[in-house]
């Protein structure tokens, strides 16, 4: 498996505008997450689906923020307008449901920069 | 708030030494821990993890303790690595009537391995 894919890698952006950040979890996978790193505040969890449902999003920021799962292999989360504190490294993650509890698998990561 | 922290920031270890890395966590309902490496310019990697209901678990060269008493976790690295330099994330979980529920992140500790 090529484990999660997160496009683009790197996004610069001036402020005002609209930015998108694309997820493909891991085939098979029930759980879609999306955080936010910085050196600051370190790993936030933003937004969180199980089976393409959001079941939390109290971590998203405000309402710039926003996250769709369209379907069990694709997910967005979109900004708008974007604005400088948004710069940051966005992560996915997804992980199987299982009767334990379960490891989450990240993908590479989106450096997002808002000039 | 709950929250999951780290008592050092920074640890520098020699190659072939054994290295500590502590975290202190405040829910006691937390169900399970988990261990992240971090390396430059990736996303974080599972390590390993423990249910709350275990005190010790051993994986490959790491060993995950938990003692609830004092809510304290640590990881211990057998015979370091320069490949081992990272950052070390703790995080801490709880189950939901056997679905996952999200995980929440400390803010890290950056090891650093000296040849």
């Known amino acids: 498996d090529a484990g999660v894919i997160q496009s683009p890698r790197h996004e610069v952006t001036e402020m005002g505008q609209e930015v998108t950040l694309r997820c493909k979890p891991i085939?098979?996978?029930?759980?879609l997450f999306w955080y936010r790193q910085t050196m600051m505040r370190g790993l936030e969890l933003l937004i969180y689906f199980n089976n393409n449902v959001p079941i939390d999003d109290s971590g998203m920021p405000e309402d710039r923020f926003s996250a769709k799962m369209p379907n069990a292999s694709f997910s967005t989360l979109k900004i708008q307008p974007s604005e400088p504190r948004d710069s940051a490294v966005y992560f996915c993650a997804s992980s199987p449901t299982g009767g334990r509890f379960s490891e989450q698998y990240f993908g590479p990561g989106t450096r997002l920069t808002v000039t | 708030g709950e929250s999951v922290g780290l008592h050092l920031p920074t640890l520098s270890v020699q190659e072939g030494d054994n290295s500590i890395i502590n975290c202190a966590y405040s829910?006691?309902?937390?169900?399970?821990f988990i261990w992240y490496k971090q390396e430059s310019g990736k996303g974080p990697q599972f390590i390993i993890d423990i249910r709350s209901n275990m005190d010790k678990r051993q994986g490959q060269r790491v060993t995950v303790l938990l003692n609830k008493t004092v809510k304290h976790l640590s990881l211990q690295i057998a015979a370091t690595q320069p490949g081992d330099s990272a950052v070390y994330f703790c995080?801490?979980?709880?189950?939901?009537?056997?679905?996952?529920?999200?995980?929440?992140f400390g803010k890290g500790t950056k090891l650093s391995v000296k040849p």
């Open positions: 995080a801490e979980g709880k189950n939901y009537g056997g679905s996952q529920g999200n995980l929440i």
């Open positions: 085939s098979g996978h029930d759980y």
């Open positions: 829910n006691s309902a937390s169900d399970y």
